[in-house]
């Protein structure tokens, strides 16, 4: 379908100021963003005679702006959203995640996944970074649903040595081409499920294919001690020693590094996906931003699964990613907002490889939001920008576009879209499970 926005305010990313025009899109492509006026003219500098509207959306001064990028989450964990509350990570892991993780199958985490995009719509986001089980059925479910996902693998000693390798390989060759919405990374599920001779493996399999590699990292205290306690080094030491991140990558949550393991990230180019919500909510401590933009280091956001979080919701992460960061540094000016918008979405591109998504221009692909500006807590207009992360709410997103397809807007999903079966399956699955 063809379309266009006029009559909008619009924030490309290119940078961070605002301008006013309009944002054409034709089929799955951003075709024009500009002042716009006088369609011909406009026409003729994009060398076309015209162009047919399926739609024409007047913005009322609202603002479009590239749609967030969710870059660490567990989708189909909306089973466990206030299941096991209030307990210390190994505890809520060990023992309340993985036994009801245990009794999952492939259809359950289909319509799982589904809620999980339900949300992800609501709060803006266009694409996910998904670690979970039974990727065929994730995949599945986000293209189904029109939702952009780029998945890795959360391959551990859990599911014993060669079985994670061979699937890992596996759905690297098949999922990576399964749609055009979807993508899949090598990588494990953390330092401390795997034995070593399995993270030799998945860094051997990066260096056949030249792949980048994620995983959860340095996200306890615990977790890094334990890791001195069996290799005498830090996990980002430990992975690098093995040539993990020759060819790129990152890792998830990064809360407890220090500055050598900084500057291995720095080095390497690789990429810290901070978590705040989940770091606060399970103790995990605040991660060193600050220290990581200095540095220039990559930092995206993503908001990790519902059951630690307990929300998919990116307003929520980008207003406690400067808010810890103050409190950490004791610094009101640290963690500049407009770094923070910038994270949620074109740093979040560059960690998932989707350059395509990362800004509003042309030939870049149609993830667009719609911010209602015409509610109290975006008002008056002081800036924009800086309002997004520091007051910005779910119930501002007017409308996601993902791949030129609107999917959420004003309140309601596409009528392809039946949220009340997903509710009811999601229901049905948990109360089966208990």
């Known amino acids: 379908m063809n379309y266009r926005f006029y009559n909008a305010k619009i924030l490309t990313m290119k940078t961070t100021d605002i301008m006013e025009g309009e944002l054409w899109v034709q089929d799955d492509k951003i075709l024009y963003v500009g002042e716009g006026g006088d369609a ?12 047919l509207w399926d739609r024409e959306i007047d913005c009322g001064g609202n603002l479009l702006m590239p749609g967030f990028k969710d870059a660490h989450t567990h989708s189909a964990m909306t089973f466990l959203r206030s299941y096991a509350d209030d307990l210390p990570l190994q505890d809520w892991l060990f023992q309340q995640v ?34 979970y089980l039974s990727p065929e059925d994730t995949a599945r479910a986000c293209v189904e649903m029109g939702m952009r996902c780029v998945q890795v693998s959360g391959a551990s000693g859990q599911e014993g040595f060669e079985e994670s390798l061979a699937k890992m390989e596996e759905r690297y060759h098949s ?41 959860h990292l340095s996200e306890t ?66 991660a060193p931003i600050s220290a990581y933009l200095k540095r220039g280091v990559n ?61 509003l221009a042309a030939g870049k692909q149609a993830d667009v939001i719609l911010i209602d500006l015409h509610q109290p807590n975006m008002q008056p207009l002081n800036n ?7 007051s910005g709410s779910k119930q501002n997103v007017k409308m996601t576009m993902i791949r030129g397809r609107i999917l959420y807007e004003n309140g309601q999903f596409a009528k392809e879209i039946d949220e009340g079966e997903i509710y009811g399956k999601a229901n049905e699955i948990i109360n089966n499970l208990k």
Request: a negative charge; glycine letters at 8%.
């Open 40 to 51: 011909a003219a406009v026409c003729q500098s994009l060398s076309i005679e015209s162009i």
């Open 98 to 131: 993985f036994p009801m993780e245990d009794k999952l199958d492939g259809e359950m985490i289909y319509h799982l996944t589904k809620l999980a995009v339900l949300e992800y719509l609501t709060s803006g986001i266009t694409s996910i970074f998904d670690m």
């Open 175 to 215: 999922l990576n081409n399964f749609d055009s919405l979807h993508s899949y990374f090598i990588g494990f599920h953390a330092e401390y499920t795997c034995s070593k001779a399995l993270l030799e493996q998945v860094a051997a399999m990066a260096h056949k294919y030249k792949a980048p590699v994620f995983t």
């Open 221 to 286: 205290k615990a977790e890094v001690e334990g890791c001195r306690e069996r290799y005498g080094m830090s996990p980002v030491k430990l992975l690098n020693s093995l040539g993990m991140f020759d060819y790129g990558g990152g890792g998830y949550h990064c809360v407890w590094m220090d500055e050598e393991d900084m500057d291995i990230f720095a080095e390497r180019g690789l990429s810290v996906v901070t978590n705040p919500g989940s770091n606060t909510k399970l103790a995990s401590g605040i």
């Open 299 to 359: 930092v995206a956001v993503g908001t990790d699964g519902s059951a630690s979080n307990n929300c998919l919701d990116m307003f929520r992460e980008m207003f406690l990613v400067t808010g810890l960061a103050k409190l950490r540094e004791q610094d009101a000016a640290a963690v500049d907002a407009l770094e923070v918008l910038k994270m949620a979405t074109v740093n979040g591109a560059k960690a998932m490889n989707l350059p395509d998504t990362d800004v």
């Open 384 to 390: 924009i920008a800086k309002n997004l992360v520091y």
